[in-house]
């Protein structure tokens, strides 16, 4: 099993950057890849970006694109996501997931039920 603790979160204006980072301890070594989703009050919870944990590679969901930017420190098993030009719609309760076995060599998974272990979620709240 794998534990993540995210930090970060905060009250910011429109434009502003935030950085998130998510700690894994556990079984990291064989992590397929992680993820940050966000959940805003009364929506569904939705994918935002996602990395291989080995290769590097990166997904963005198309609202975060050219503004968002996964990445990870493989020798600190640490997860970053960092935002920029952030918007009000940005505004959610961000939530790090993980996923330890494979799932395609050519996909990422984007659905919440695709990861088994999640961290507690940090909120990030853009004000107007």
């Known amino acids: 099993q794998v534990q993540l603790l995210e930090s970060g979160g905060g009250l910011v204006q429109a434009g502003d950057s935030l950085r998130l980072s998510c700690v894994a301890s556990g079984r990291t070594s064989s992590m397929y890849g992680m993820g940050w989703f966000r959940q805003a009050p009364g929506k569904e919870r939705e994918f935002v970006a996602g990395?291989?944990?080995?290769?590097?590679?990166?997904y963005y969901a198309d609202s975060v694109k050219g503004r968002f930017t996964i990445s990870r420190d493989y020798a600190k098993n640490t997860v970053y996501l960092q935002m920029n030009s952030l918007k009000p719609e940005d505004t959610s309760v961000y939530y790090c997931a993980a996923r330890r076995s494979h799932y395609s060599i050519s996909d990422f998974p984007t659905k919440g039920a695709d990861f088994g272990s999640w961290g507690q979620g940090t909120q990030v709240t853009v004000s107007s």
């Open positions: 990395i291989r944990w080995i290769s590097g590679g990166t």
